[in-house]
């Protein structure tokens, strides 16, 4: 849904979107390999040799440091982490970071 909300909105395609969970990440890949199972848009895409799961605006981040290096860290975006009661991780490193600048907006759903 987010990507497609990007894509239909080109002031923000300058805007990065990142994901930050392994967990999620596995999923991706699950997803992709289960195509079958899933809505007939997917599979209609997945036999017209199109992969829904490639995302254009949102991407995966690997490596925790990579959130605070350039444009990470300067620029700005938009990353959702794990884990979501913020007790560690990532999540934690990044509110850390950035609740402390009035500049930052940090959201919780």
């Known amino acids: ?48 040799s199109e992969n829904p799961w490639d995302l254009k605006f949102v991407k995966h981040l690997s490596d925790q440091r990579r959130i605070t290096e350039a444009p990470l860290g300067r620029t700005p975006c938009v990353v959702m982490a794990a884990p979501g009661m913020l007790q560690n991780g990532p999540s ?13 907006g940090v959201v919780f759903t």
């Open 1 to 48: 849904i987010l990507d497609e909300y990007w894509a239909n909105n080109p002031d923000l395609h300058q805007v990065p979107v990142y994901y930050f969970s392994p967990m999620a990440n596995k999923c991706m890949r699950v997803f992709e390999t289960y195509t079958n199972m899933c809505s007939q848009d997917v599979q209609d895409k997945t036999n017209n």
């Open 92 to 104: 934690r490193d990044l509110f850390e970071q950035w609740a402390l600048d009035r500049k930052n």
